[in-house]
């Protein structure tokens, strides 16, 4: 044979198998997916604050659709910009309280209440206005109403699967305090009035944290860099706010999760997970179970931040009830970026998963494949689970 002929079968050899790889790598897992199994799962989704691009839910219904799970009564995938009750972008609408309709549902998710504010301008020019001059800005739609929490209670009773998550419990539901502790008892937590944030650059927080701190302690703001600012509002009143900020000099690391259980509703997460976004300071009750917790890593300076305004470095992040029917996230988990192009990608979640075992990023792109996405798979398969999910909760 000759040379030539050789390299051509030789070069020929090394196509086929990168089209081999190709094939297996970007054909065959989407051709796989197409001809699984839909799963049946009613969802009913509340989210007050939904933005025009939905990103506070966005990430749930790639979920939804990625484990083929659809609408019982329709069959259809769920959609996220109409298969949620509160606040529409698309119109500016807000769903009747008569559209919360609780009854065939599976699993509830509340996934965001803060609502609808409206400023009197564009929110930087409001921001340059402060604070020297007050604007009064207009709350139109937010929190949850008594009557909304009775439907609410009314399907807890049927003992199926609730959930709920960061600033359900906070503004402006502390202005309807009735309201807010039925919450707080279904779920078995309490709001210790402290949020949180970590920031890429301390600079960057807003106008009105920087006022606030400058206010409270007569000194200016002068921190940059990577940290966190904690909000401590225990009464009303700016004067009594506090506002903590953790530079890089009172971190040792970022947030993480610290897994403290081996709860079947964990399986399959990883521990350790840095976690880069809101997250509030929450209590469990007697009845509850933590297990899954932040630990803000400090050094000694950071550590005696926190003593002085009272905080824990340790505190709760997901908050268990009635063996896992009702959980409770104490922070903003729904709120991830996702690449809709993979969503009909079969098994993605375990090569991203192994990727980000070595790539390191700072964001919530690993919290997202390797906490919350392992942790709601666990949650659809017990909503699911008609041996549970329809079990009517103790009488106390």
Same mark, same amino acid.
């Given at each position: 044979m000759l040379r030539s002929q050789k390299r051509f079968l030789y070069t020929h050899k090394i196509f086929l198998v990168i089209a081999l790889l190709l094939f297996i790598v970007? %054909?065959?897992?989407?051709?796989?997916?197409?001809?699984?199994?839909?799963?049946?799962?009613?969802?009913?989704?509340?989210?007050?604050?939904?933005?025009?691009?939905?990103?506070?839910?966005?990430?749930?219904?790639?979920?939804?659709?990625?484990?083929?799970?659809?609408?019982?009564?329709?069959?259809?995938?769920?959609?996220?910009?109409?298969?949620?009750?509160?606040?529409?972008?698309?119109?500016?609408?807000?769903?009747? %309280?008569?559209?919360?309709?609780?009854?065939?549902?599976?699993?509830?998710?509340?996934?965001?209440?803060?609502? $609808?504010?409206?400023?009197?301008?564009?929110?930087?020019?409001?921001?340059?206005?402060?604070?020297?001059?007050?604007?009064?800005?207009?709350?139109?739609?937010?929190?949850?109403?008594?009557?909304?929490?009775?439907?609410?209670?009314?399907?807890?009773?049927?003992?199926?699967?609730?959930?709920?998550?960061?600033?359900?419990?906070?503004?402006?539901q502390l202005d309807d305090w009735r309201t807010q502790r039925r919450l707080e008892r279904m779920f078995g937590v309490h709001y210790t009035g402290a949020l949180g944030r970590y920031y890429d650059d301390l600079n960057s927080a807003a106008r009105w944290?920087?006022?606030?701190?400058?206010?409270?302690?007569?000194?200016?703001?002068?921190?940059?860099?990577?940290?966190?600012?904690?909000?401590?509002?225990?009464?009303?009143?700016?004067?009594?706010?506090?506002?903590? $900020?953790?530079?890089?000099?009172?971190?040792?690391?970022?947030?993480?999760?610290?897994?403290?259980?081996?709860?079947?509703?964990?399986?399959?997460?990883?521990?350790?997970?840095?976690?880069?976004y809101f997250f509030e300071f929450l209590t469990a009750d007697s009845t509850s179970q933590v297990i899954a917790e932040y630990e803000i890593e400090c050094t000694k300076s950071g550590r005696e931040k926190m003593d002085a305004a009272g905080l824990p470095v340790r505190f709760p992040a997901v908050v268990s009830t009635d063996a896992g029917r009702k959980l409770y996230f104490g922070g903003d988990f729904v709120d991830n970026r996702v690449e809709t192009m993979l969503t009909q990608y079969w098994n993605v979640e375990f090569l991203l998963t192994k990727l980000f075992s070595f790539y390191f990023v700072s964001d919530q792109t690993r919290f997202f494949w390797k906490f919350y996405l392992p942790m709601m798979e666990n949650v659809f398969r017990r909503a699911t689970d008609r041996s549970l999910a329809y079990r009517p909760s103790p009488v106390p």
């Open positions: 970007f %054909v065959l897992p989407f051709a796989y997916w197409s001809i699984l199994p839909t799963r049946p799962l009613s969802l009913f989704l509340i989210d007050k604050t939904t933005a025009d691009d939905y990103r506070e839910h966005r990430s749930l219904f790639w979920l939804l659709t990625h484990w083929k799970y659809v609408d019982p009564v329709t069959g259809t995938y769920y959609d996220a910009t109409k298969d949620f009750y509160g606040y529409d972008p698309a119109d500016s609408s807000f769903s009747p %309280v008569e559209a919360l309709q609780l009854n065939k549902a599976d699993l509830l998710y509340i996934a965001d209440t803060y609502g $609808v504010y409206r400023y009197p301008m564009n929110y930087d020019s409001y921001e340059r206005l402060l604070p020297d001059h007050y604007i009064p800005i207009q709350f139109e739609y937010g929190g949850l109403s008594a009557q909304e929490m009775d439907a609410i209670e009314s399907f807890d009773s049927l003992g199926r699967m609730s959930i709920a998550e960061f600033n359900t419990l906070q503004d402006p944290m920087k006022d606030l701190y400058e206010r409270r302690y007569l000194a200016k703001w002068d921190f940059s860099g990577r940290g966190i600012i904690i909000i401590v509002d225990r009464t009303s009143g700016d004067d009594k706010t506090e506002v903590v $900020v953790l530079d890089a000099g009172d971190l040792a690391h970022t947030p993480v999760f610290i897994r403290t259980s081996a709860d079947p509703l964990l399986q399959g997460t990883e521990d350790e997970v840095p976690y880069y």
